[in-house]
């Protein structure tokens, strides 16, 4: 451990530092994918990355730190979620709404939600890190996006709406819910998340 | 064990049984709520509850079978969800919506709940329970009172809405969720609801 802190240069971490900390973090991500938050052990994680426990520890301290490692840096393609963002903002509900599903749809990526969605609510450490990652990357841009009043409300809102479709359609996988095509939940959710982004809300002045 | 089964009378438990029984399910809730599905044993509840392990698995077989008496027999207020699917299909969306935050809102019914959420999510056997408890006490009542076409869906969609919104606010509790005074998100989200269970949606027919 010491060694690598010693040999860090200023200006970066060396490669085969940078090399070996993503071998831990596509471990970690495979573990949580399969084995969940219970199942995954820092020592598993060092064993499949081919390295010392004592480094997994040395990058990321503990269990809960390789969990932010996952969603900070597993590789989440959240690229497409900002583009989505982007854009014509009178359409943005239904490009929301698409592009959600899709990442939850494509086994990679809907593996690695549904993992984080499940640790979450197995650890409270790991759902605070959950609510700092949605509030950073999705509320505050979405938020930022819209040029009405009570912006935060308006993406919690079309938010809310968004995880609880996941949870039924992709965890729970109710039948009511798996039923309907992806263009049938589209078309009927698109409005009700235009209506939070961009319509009149009851929701006062100030 | 066997005693018990041999003196239970055909036309019922007897008394002193349904009094075990109760007492058992009284445990389970209370261990569910504070300790989580991970926390809570057979031999704790049974210490609890006063009695032998052994008759907590007569009962009950395994934690899984606690966890699904604790849905179906613990208590949950669901009578007045209910009374809010009966009366006038027109306002039906404010009315679930102010009747379910209302169940989340107060102390023991919203510990209950949020306890067999996160218990859903941290155990396949339990989130099965969960789904069937969903589907047969809420999503049909839900889908029977509809006079529309695609009844199932209309209920899941209104559903979904409502989960996600439980999820962020009480479980996950996000800033801008609790930002948000209750009768803020009953204005807001009554009219997503309303049009899922009776105004037109793009399904098509069949």
Redo the contacts between chains.
Sequence with gaps: MMEIMETKRPGGRRPGTTRTRDAIIDAAVGSFVEKGY?GTTIRGVARTAGVDPALVIHFFGNKDGLFDAFIQEGGLPLRRLKEAIDGDVERLGERLVRTYLSLWEEPESGAKLRAI??T???SPVA?EM??AF??QEI?HPL?KRLGADHP??R???A???????A???Y???????T??TTD?VI???A??LQ??LTGE????TG
Tied chains: 1, 2.
Excluded: D, F
Excluded at 159 to 165: D, T
Excluded at 171 to 177: C, D
């Design positions: 219970t969605l499940l979450a609510e197995s759902a959950l609510k949605l509030t509320l938020a935060e409300a993406a919690i809102l938010g809310s709406h968004l995880i609880g479709v949870l039924l359609r965890v729970l996988r109710i039948e009511a819910m039923a309907l049938q078309a009927c959710v409005p009700s209506r939070y809300l009851p929701l006062g």
